[in-house]
């Protein structure tokens, strides 16, 4: 039976997770309407498994889809031609991968990227405020691939511990958005992240090793790894090593500390 949907008030907690629309009802997946978008309502979102996702001209829909696709560091699948591709950028003067020197930046490319299937953009400038406030308070982050001093591609993130949730990405040449995931797959294996979110099922995402698992589990691991340690967001080249080269010895990452964001 369908049940409707709860429209919050900025002071009101998020409803408990498992209360979100079913397959039953007219859109699966969607928890609640309304309420303030800023970072701690961002903050108090992720923590519980919830994003917010919705197009000019909607009220802030928040959602909670199950099941929830993650990509798991460790079963990254590295296919021959991307592997090729990673082998040449970091061994070519002038590539490089740097951590949140152009968040938004990598934000406004993201907007303005065309998705199919869609008309306009969900990155609406509610979003972009939303998201460079948390970036300001160091948990968000953008990973970018630059080359001979072009950023060509990227992707941001949220980041709460050791719980990394994927947002959107953006190419401006070939494969720059793939080295930009791969950058962050790298780190957080670094890191021990186990999971990184990617919300909902894609093809793309299922070829790299994306894999759905029920809701619960999802927000039981996020509610654990949001616990720890926040990671250091910086990225170093030795950590292609354990990407390309699984049997090599691990590459340790810094003590773990909160990065200031540029």
Known sequence: MTHSLPWLQPAQDFPPVDSTWGEQDPIPGL????????AAHLRQAYGQGIFPWFSE????LWWSPNPRMVLNPAQFRLHRSLRKTLQKFRTTPGCEIRIDSAFSTVMEHCAQTPRNGQNGTWIVQSIVDAYTELHMQGAAHSVETWVDGELVGGLYCVALGRAVFGESMFSRMTDASKIALSALVALCKAHDVPQIDCQQAT?????MGGHEIARSRFVQTVKKQSQLPDMQWKFAPVY????????ADRPSAPASSPAAPA
């Open 240 to 247: 292609w090593e354990q990407l390309l080269d699984p049997g």
């Open 31 to 38: 928890l609640a309407a309304g309420s303030a978008l800023d």
């Open 57 to 60: 001209g909607q009220p802030v």
């Open 203 to 207: 093809t793309h995402l299922s070829f």
